[in-house]
């Protein structure tokens, strides 16, 4: 399938496990990606980086509205945005300082705001609509135990994704969202040794369905919050 074939897309975390994955399903399926990378030692475990059709933008920090703001100024005509960087930490609430909250509001709302809202200029100016794709947590949706600080930050990208598509739709940009479960990751599985990974997600399972609601093919899906 090369239903992406010729589009720009940008992948915000790429260099990650779950970015790696979706690199890799859009890559195969003809996108021209553009991956946004902070440091240069997040280079070492992404494979792509010399793809012909891989652009990496070293130095990057999508925190801030200037640089998000003159990162997707200067891309071409770009068809979608997938919104993957982020952040997580858990303590009980007595123990979240707020620092801790507001490092974790930047991480995931404030990047997601700002790639959302820049790669929206970016989608019209090609004129013929596009996909945005933002990645929340389950735990935005059904809290858990110690997380109530990381639930209130990816609950702000589930809110920005449910306004964004109401607001976005007559132009033909849908906007949805991925909410995994725990992905099976190696830092995952060091860090819970002892879990069960039965109801863990696979990156590349939740790279398919990335793709797809960000692809031509997704003609109807918008405002959705998708549990992976």
Known sequence: MNDFDGKHVVVTGGSG???????????????????PVFAPKELDRFPFRDHARTKVRLG??????ETAARFYGELPALWASIQIAGGFSMAPIADVALDDLLRLMNLNAVTCFLACREAVKAIRR????GRL??????????????????????????????????????????????????????????????????????????AKTIAHLASPQNTTARGAIVPV
């Open 17 to 35: 496990y779950l970015g790696v994955a979706v690199c890799e399903e859009l890559l195969a399926r003809g996108a021209i990606l553009h991956v």
């Open 126 to 129: 090609s004129g013929g609509g």
């Open 133 to 206: 794709v933002n990645v929340t947590s389950q735990t935005a949706e059904s809290p858990a135990p110690e997380t109530v600080a990381y639930g209130a930050s990816k609950a702000v990208v589930s809110a920005l994704t449910r306004g964004l598509a109401t607001e976005l739709a007559p132009e033909g940009i849908w906007v949805n969202a991925v909410a995994p479960s725990t992905i099976d990751t190696p830092a995952n599985r060091a860090a819970m040794p002892n879990a069960s990974r039965a109801g863990w997600s696979a990156p590349a399972d939740i």
């Open 60 to 65: 990057l920090d999508l925190t801030v509205e």
